[in-house]
């Protein structure tokens, strides 16, 4: 029978694993799904939660304990070690699936020319913010996938939209253990530097749901990664010009505003702010 294994880093958030853990049980697709969970140093009780969700689950598991906190990037590696499954898909805790998601992307990898090879299936999804109506988004995974990565506009690099054969997965290598956050994005580019393919199912409708939370993330760390991303592929910015590279890097720094402007840093907000507004200025001026 064929088998999905499901990797979900954990944090002390067990409310959210729950509604995740029972979007995999809703799943429509019949065959085997074994669920993976690496716990990052919870809180105790925290932890006993998750462990209890997973016992009451009617699915195969495996869990393993990070004895202290050691972040999302360590995490997601152990998580990697520990695949066994043909398929591997990604599922962070607190975020949704819908139940055609994975019988969707099965379906689409099989059918795929290269189905036995270095292809990851992504899929359309909601944008889940606060008591706001969902916001549908959608994936582009035709022409250029690396700029269309670099951009963020209308592919955007989050593990949880994806499902890939094991080997596809593997070729990648770890995660780089330098980015607290933006970690999938450099996971993604990464796979389409390896002449990766992207495909997605036929159906329009989104197949997961990403309940975004602004508050109580830092915008400097968002802004530091994105500052690290931008000198570590500086070569692919400048492939695509100077223009492209300023217009990627104001909404990189747009997305740090929105960050500060949750957690109440009106300092840096204002910072981040300006930033945007001398780039934007640039691009107006055509520099």
């Known amino acids: 029978m064929t088998s999905v294994d499901v990797l979900i880093p ?47 689950a009617q699915l195969p598991f495996h869990t393993v304990i990070n004895p202290v906190n050691r972040g999302r990037p360590y995490t997601r590696n152990v998580l990697l070690d520990c695949m066994e499954s043909e398929y591997v898909a990604w599922l962070d805790s607190g975020d ?17 020319p290269n189905g036995a090879g ?20 959608w994936q582009n995974t035709e022409g250029d996938l690396i700029r269309h990565l670099l951009e963020g506009a209308d592919l955007r690099a989050y593990l949880w939209t994806i499902l890939a054969p094991r080997a596809a997965m593997e070729a990648v290598g770890y995660f780089d253990e330098n980015l ?42 968002i802004n530091d990664c994105s500052e690290y991303l931008k000198q570590k592929y500086a070569h692919l910015y400048a492939r695509y010009g100077r223009k492209f590279a300023i217009h990627c890097e ?19 907000r204002r910072t981040y702010k300006h930033r945007a507004r001398r780039l934007k200025r640039q691009l107006w001026l055509g520099l």
């Open 118 to 137: 270095n292809i990851w299936a992504t899929c359309s999804y909601d944008w889940c913010v606060g008591d706001l109506p969902p916001r549908r988004m």
């Open 96 to 112: 949704v699936w819908y139940p055609e998601k994975i019988g969707c992307q099965i379906g689409v990898v099989r059918g795929a």
């Open 180 to 221: 607290g956050r933006l970690q999938d994005l450099d996971f993604f580019i990464r796979f389409a530097l390896k002449r990766g393919n992207m495909v997605q199912p036929s159906i329009q409708a989104p197949l997961c749901a990403y309940i975004k939370e602004y508050r109580g993330r830092s915008a400097k760390e």
């Open 10 to 56: 954990f944090y002390n958030d067990s409310e959210g694993f729950d509604r995740s853990l029972r979007s995999v049980e809703s799943q429509t697709w019949d065959g085997r799904f074994r669920v993976v969970v690496v716990d990052d140093g919870s809180a105790p009780h925290e932890s006993l939660a998750m462990q209890a969700m997973l016992d009451r």
């Open 250 to 268: 104001y909404r990189a720094v747009k997305n740090s505003e929105r960050f500060a402007r949750a957690n109440g840093e009106h300092v840096l």
